[in-house]
């Protein structure tokens, strides 16, 4: 399947998606609030409702704390912590030496005994510095200690593609994080997303990983009357189905999702295909009933995610295609778009090939409805 | 001339013994300064207690760190002011704890090579760490690395308690889930060891700051050897507990060999410790045979700790007269000779009974009573953990997380259907409840 999507790769035209790289697209955005009009005006950037989320959680509890590389002092190097050291101070807002091994290691060890802390990586990409003491120590010391000491720790930050950031910087680590049992795993998409999820996150006893985007910062969603409460969590482990449709199903999550919408949106008005997304929002634990459900409707599937194709989170959907009663429903073989598996480049137009868009995806979900050829 | 105003303000301060030292100090400041103008302050602010020179000058060494040591190795106290203040009974428990570790190795390590066990690790010749523990409250919470049983035998770990966890049976407290000597106990506030060298230590300072944010009068105590040094966690943790100030102290059992790699080959500069003085902690080095050289660099180490918020690097000297593990053959890189010598003449249980004996507290006859029966102690532990069935088949699943997920719930069903469908693949009679909770 991999090879297919490569030939795709290679006969889409490299398009304007580049140009609007870091913002949303506009179509997008009309759609989303189309879909969200209904609710009320409350408008929100999915760094505000992060932002809300940490503040509504260390205030409500003292045992939570936050800690990482100019969180405080610096509002954070996204600005997702900003205001929390003037309202919370040094104790509870921690400036930390640039030591991923070591913060993330006190995370553990200070969630281990009794705190509850919110680790910020710069990004994901400087997680792989630490990444001993997440798995080898915080997912697996309930199990290994026989249940008796909780690990309740977060760690969040930017991962995912990013923009003219190169290999280093612009990679997805949601299948390496998914794999490890003891983690429980969460993407988030919008301002709701953001804000429910990360507060679940807070909250739960576990440790909790969760992956924002970088380039979904900036960007504004409605934020429905109930999402504005303080009270407001989103469940661990439910995805939320964003655009209902009856021929053919799209698995994505976080900032691939735009590109979904904007490929429904072209398949609907051009090709009178209804599409229907799932933001999985959840990578650990996966919530399958909702794909199976959706797929019982509409026979097709197709993941789309911005990770590299080879053991990821695309691999994992194709498997449930075979595992699951999916396997009796669909009318085609399920399809996975993907990143490219290359380390991402850093060229505008090299970058562009190494990720999925709208075209693409339209492209593909008319091959598994057997609409192209 | 602003460090000499600076250190007469201060002398007026200042108690009137002190006054006469820091003003000579003061005056050959003076000259110093008169001589060379270059010789001022270099206030930058990656270093704020600099100042400058024209004297070009690579620094290898600074002099060697002394090792801090209160008896000698026939157990005579060297500096009477140095002897601790100890009850007769308080100091017979280390001493019967380091026969009692001594014997349960003897024992656990024999099993291990008859295939009762998978794996074992001996404390041969590092017995005076025990010291430590003495000089610990009980609320203090341990990080070891895994060569610490005696840390948590001193602190109530029954024998029971141990061969359990070894035989990974129905009353091990981690369920079956852990290989031998990977103990831990929530009651005990000793953290259950984690097997990658090193990783304790930025938890260590993690629960640390934890600690000192409760308010709470206690410290961490984090165990590990030079080798484990090496590892970029030795260093970010140092670091992180220095600049958060975290109560913690990094316990360095400088044993001589990581498995087979000796000191030598693991690093250059002056042990371990120097690097304490680099991360701006506080530091001492002690010879780690000495029960009470190691009891009260701990107790002054804890002190620091618990009233200032300092962290505290002790590297205690020692020699690892064990094997690495039952997985290690040493005397592939090192003779039997050297390892005679050190059991022979430095050996911390002789030296410890020697100053015993020389205050009445201990003889001959105690020693062989005590050994008797302990051994006994142990062999009955022993054979009793040996016939408990094994952990619960449920404890596969349970404890991944706080309340299973559908794929925890969902693996545990396949499991089920399988050994009810097949009962003759999955012989569950040796598993507490034979399978009847799943």
Redesign the interface.
């Given at each position: 399947m991999t090879g297919s999507l490569f030939k795709s790769f290679f006969r889409a035209p490299a398009l304007s998606i580049l140009k609007q790289r870091g913002l949303p697209n506009v179509g997008v955005f009309a759609m989303q609030r189309r879909l969200f009009a209904s609710e009320n005006d409350n408008q929100m950037t999915v760094r505000e409702a992060l932002n809300v989320a940490l503040d509504e959680e260390l205030n409500r509890d003292d045992r939570v704390?936050l800690l990482g590389e100019e969180v405080a002092q610096y509002n954070g190097a996204y600005k997702v912590t900003k205001g929390l050291l003037d309202k919370y101070g040094p104790?509870r807002i921690?400036d930390?030496?640039i030591?991923?091994?070591?913060?993330?290691?006190?995370?553990?060890?200070?969630?281990?005994?009794?705190?509850v802390?919110i680790c910020e990586f710069m990004t994901f990409n400087f997680s792989m510095q630490a990444i001993?003491?997440i798995i080898?120590?915080g997912a697996k010391?309930?199990?290994?200690?026989?249940?008796?000491?909780?690990c309740p720790v977060v760690f969040r930050g930017p991962n995912g593609f990013a923009a003219g950031v190169a290999a280093q910087h612009s990679q997805d680590f949601s299948a390496w994080y998914g794999s490890i049992?003891?983690l429980?795993v969460l993407s988030p998409w919008d301002s709701e997303d953001a804000k429910g999820l990360l507060k679940a996150a807070i909250r739960d006893?576990?440790p909790v990983i969760v992956l924002e985007n970088e380039l979904q910062y900036g960007v504004k969603y409605p934020m429905s009357q109930e999402a504005m409460s303080p009270d407001f969590l989103l469940p661990i482990?439910k995805a939320k189905i964003i655009r209902e449709g009856k021929d053919a199903t799209i698995v994505s999550h976080s900032r691939s999702l735009n590109y979904c919408l904007e490929a429904a949106e072209k398949l609907q008005s051009d090709e009178g295909i209804s599409v229907e997304i799932i933001n999985l929002r959840s990578i650990k634990?996966?919530d399958?009933n909702t794909i199976v459900e959706s797929v019982k409707k509409t026979n097709h599937l197709i993941s789309v995610e911005s990770g590299y194709p080879h053991f990821g989170l695309g691999s994992e959907i194709c498997a449930i295609g075979m595992e699951t009663e999916i396997f009796d429903y669909l009318d085609a073989p399920v399809e996975r778009i993907t990143g490219a598996d290359v380390p991402t480049p850093y060229a505008e137009n090299l970058e562009a090939l190494s990720f999925p868009n709208g075209d693409l995806i339209a492209k593909v979900v008319k091959r598994s409805l057997y609409r192209q050829k | 001339m602003f460090t000499l105003l600076r250190n007469a303000a201060l002398c007026s301060l200042w108690p009137k013994i002190a006054m006469s030292t820091i003003n000579r100090r003061a005056l050959t400041m003076t000259t110093k300064l008169l001589k060379n103008t270059l010789d001022e302050k270099a206030s930058y602010p990656g270093a704020t207690e600099s100042y400058f020179t024209t004297e070009m000058k690579f620094i290898q060494s600074i002099a060697p760190i002394p090792t801090y040591r209160v008896m000698d190795l026939h157990g005579k106290v060297i500096d009477p002011t140095q002897e601790p203040q100890v009850s007769k009974e308080f100091a017979v428990k280390i001493y019967k704890d380091m026969i009692t570790l001594n014997i349960m190795d003897f024992i656990l390590y024999e099993a291990q090579r008859q295939g009762r066990i998978s794996f074992y690790m001996t404390n041969y010749g590092e017995e005076a760490y025990i010291g430590s523990a003495a000089a610990l409250d009980s609320q203090d919470v341990i990080y070891g690395q895994y060569r610490e049983s005696g840390v948590l035998l001193y602190r109530g770990f029954t024998l029971d308690n141990f061969m359990n966890q070894c035989y990974s049976n129905e009353n091990d407290i981690g369920k079956g889930r852990q290989m031998p000597i990977h103990y831990g106990s929530k009651e005990l506030n000793f953290q259950t060891i984690s097997s990658p060298v090193a990783t304790q230590l930025p938890q260590a300072s993690g629960a640390a700051y934890a600690l000192k944010r409760s308010g709470k009068k206690n410290c961490i105590m984090c165990y590990f050897g030079e080798g484990a040094a090496s590892e970029g966690d030795f260093h970010s943790a140092l670091n992180v507990a220095a600049t958060m100030k975290c109560p913690v102290i990094f316990f360095c059992r400088n044993n001589g060999f990581a498995i087979s790699t000796p000191t030598l080959e693991q690093y250059k500069g002056d042990g371990i410790a120097s690097r304490g003085i680099g991360y701006g902690i506080d530091t001492i080095r002690v010879d780690g045979n000495d029960v009470w050289a190691v009891y009260n660099a701990t107790k002054a180490a804890r002190q620091l700790s618990v009233e200032e918020h300092r962290p505290v690097l002790l590297e205690s000297m020692t020699y690892r007269v064990s094997h690495h593990s039952t997985s290690d053959d040493s005397f592939a890189y090192r003779s039997k000779k050297e390892v005679e010598y050190w059991k022979q003449l430095d050996n911390p249980i002789v030296r410890f009974r020697k100053w015993l004996e020389d205050k009445n507290w201990w003889s001959e006859h105690e020693e062989n009573s005590f050994r008797t029966s302990i051994r006994k102690e142990v062999l009955n532990a022993f054979s009793k953990a040996e016939k408990l069935l094994k952990p619960s088949i449920t404890d596969l699943f349970n404890d991944v997380y706080d309340h299973p997920p559908q794929n925890i719930i969902d693996q545990r069903q396949k499991l089920k259907t399988l050994i009810e469908r097949y009962p003759e693949n999955y012989p569950l009679k040796n598993f507490k409840n034979e399978g009847k909770d799943l």
């Open positions: 704390f104790k921690v930390t030496p030591t991923e091994s070591g913060f993330a290691g006190l995370a553990v060890g200070a969630a281990l005994s009794g705190l802390p001993d003491q080898n120590s010391v309930h199990y290994m200690a026989g249940g008796i000491v909780p049992p003891g429980k006893p576990n482990g634990p996966l399958v | -």
